[in-house]
C-alpha cells in the first residue's frame, strides 16, 4: 500500500509532511528516499521536517541537495532554511539567503520571509541588520515586532525594547516575555514585575516561561 502511495508525488508528498508534523523524521525520510519522483513541495516538507524536530542542521543538508538537483526554491523554503540557520546560529548560511532574497521581486516583501530574517539576525545578535530588514518590509505583523523585541532584549538595549514594545498595534504572550525576560536579565526586577501587572490588567495568559522569569526576579529582590 505505501508503495503505491509514494509511487504518486502528490501523495508520497502529502506522506512526508504528515510524518514530519507527527515528529517521526525516520518515516518521513525514508518515504521522501522512496519517493521515485520528487517535486518542491516533497522537498520543502522534508526541510521543514527537519528544522522543526531536528537535527536542524539537517534541514540545510537537505535544502543544498534541492539545490543541486535544480529545483528552485520558494519563499516557503527559504523561510525555513532561514529559521534553521537562526536556531544553529548559522549567520554566514543565513546571509547568503538574504542575498539571494534581496534579488528576486517576488521574495523581497514577503512577510513571512522577512520574518524569519528579522528573528534570524535577532537571535544571532546582529540587531543593526534586523532593523534594516524590518525598516525595508512593506507590511509587518506582530511577529516581526515581537522579533524586533526580543532582539533588543538580547543585545541588552531595554530602553528601545521597551519603546518599540509600547509601539505595538498589538501585542502576545511571547512580545510581553521577550520584555519581562529583557528586565530579569539586566537587572531591572522591580520593573519585570511591574510589567507581569500590566500583563494581568491586559487579560494575558501568562506562561511557564513568564512564571520563571519572575521567580528569577523574587529570587534577585530577596538577595538584596
Not at 518590509?137 to 522579533?147: A, G, L
Not at 520593573?191 to 495568559?205: G, I, M
Amino acid at each position: 500500500m505505501k508503495t503505491r502511495f509514494v509511487s504518486n508525488v502528490y501523495m508520497g508528498s502529502a506522506l512526508v509532511d504528515m510524518y514530519g508534523k507527527c515528529g517521526n523524521v525516520n518515516c518521513s525520510q525514508r518515504t521522501f528516499n522512496d519517493m521515485r519522483k520528487r517535486n518542491r513541495v516533497s522537498w520543502n516538507s522534508l526541510i521543514t521536517c527537519y528544522e522543526q524536530n531536528g537535527p536542524v542542521s539537517s534541514a540545510l543538508d537537505v535544502f543544498l541537495r534541492m539545490m543541486e538537483c535544480g529545483i528552485e526554491p520558494d519563499e516557503l523554503t527559504l523561510a525555513r532554511v532561514v529559521s534553521a540557520c537562526a536556531s544553529l546560529s548559522a549567520i554566514k548560511e543565513g546571509r547568503q539567503i538574504h542575498a539571494r532574497v534581496v534579488k528576486c521581486n517576488k521574495l523581497r516583501n514577503d512577510l513571512v520571509l522577512c520574518n524569519a530574517l528579522v528573528d534570524m539576525y535577532a537571535k544571532c545578535s546582529r540587531i543593526n541588520e534586523a532593523r534594516c530588514v524590518f525598516d525595508r518590509m512593506p507590511i509587518r505583523n506582530v511577529v516581526s515586532e515581537t522579533s524586533m523585541v526580543s532582539g533588543y532584549a538580547k543585545a541588552a538595549c531595554v530602553i528601545t525594547a521597551r519603546l518599540m514594545f509600547t509601539k505595538m498595534m498589538k501585542r502576545n504572550i511571547v512580545s510581553w516575555n521577550a520584555l519581562i525576560a529583557s528586565y530579569t536579565q539586566n537587572g531591572e526586577d522591580e520593573e519585570a514585575l511591574r510589567l507581569f501587572r500590566l500583563l494581568k490588567r491586559d487579560s494575558v495568559c501568562p506562561t511557564h516561561y513568564t512564571f520563571g522569569n519572575l521567580l528569577n526576579a523574587c529570587a534577585n529582590l530577596a538577595d538584596l
